[in-house]
């Protein structure tokens, strides 16, 4: 439905129609969030309808685009995801708002999270709110460990390979080591096209998972993962653009 409004409007207008929308969506949060949505500048804290804990959060337009998609529309948790989950994984996890989606959705869940970028101090604070639940690392997920250096992006960080960085990279074996029952429930990967040299080990990590909602980045990911989850013998469900 999206892509077709998109054909038909020009995208100014979708533009402004869509935050409209967003601004409807998020109207139960109440007029204090609203007014800092509209209004505020710095940062905020909220407790949202959908989360167990508070939620800290900046005002600026990359964050506020992540609590309207994320925390409000709830399209991390699109999907036909499992009904209960002991051990997730969220590679890409910016400012922690999947993660707190996750284990608030899950009480039951602990929730490995990886975000190499300046991020981290954000998702460590709206982390620590859920305890031992949730094991924070500043570091990304690559096909290989080591290092690596880190590229700042809107909403996220790219991670490239690199033996003079200073950043871990930690590999899915690694992660899965820690998991109670040598199984991943839900792995999340938006990891800013690194994705691909991701799926060039899968043999090694794809048996043991259960679930995965992933971001796609550029033509060679978006062509080859699909039919690589597809052959590993996982359904396919398409959400959000």
């Not at 400012?95 to 981290?120: K, Q, T, W």
């Not at 990891?191 to 679930?211: K, T």
């Not at 062509?223 to 398409?238: D, K, R, V």
């Amino acid at each position: 439905m999206k892509r077709f409004v998109r054909t038909f409007l020009p995208m100014w207008l979708y533009r402004r129609l869509a935050r409209l929308y967003a601004y409807l969506l998020a109207s139960p949060e109440g007029p204090v969030f609203l007014w800092a949505m509209l209004f505020g500048s710095g940062e905020h804290t909220h407790q949202f309808r959908a989360l167990s804990r508070p939620f800290t959060f900046r005002l600026t337009s990359e964050d506020k685009n992540v609590v309207f998609g994320n925390i409000i529309k709830g399209e991390v948790l699109e999907g036909p995801l499992p009904s209960e989950a002991r051990f997730i994984v969220d590679a890409g996890g910016y400012i922690g708002d999947s993660a707190a989606l996750f284990l608030s959705r899950y009480p039951n869940a602990r929730c490995v999270v990886l975000e190499p970028g300046m991020a981290h101090a954000w998702a460590s604070l709206n982390l620590e709110r859920y305890g031992a639940r949730a094991v924070l690392h500043q570091a990304a997920l690559m096909s290989s460990p080591g290092f690596c250096r880190v590229q700042e992006a809107e909403t996220g960080s790219e991670a490239h390979a690199d033996i003079n960085g200073t950043i871990k990279a930690i590999t899915l074996p690694e992660i899965l080591a820690s998991s109670p029952h040598g199984r991943i429930d839900i792995l999340k990967v938006d990891i800013e096209g690194a994705e691909v040299g991701l799926f060039q080990s899968a043999s090694e990590w794809l048996p043991y998972v259960d679930c995965i909602t992933i971001e796609l980045h550029g033509e060679k990911a978006k062509s080859e993962i699909p039919a690589q989850l597809q052959a590993a013998g996982f359904s396919i469900s398409h959400h959000g653009s």
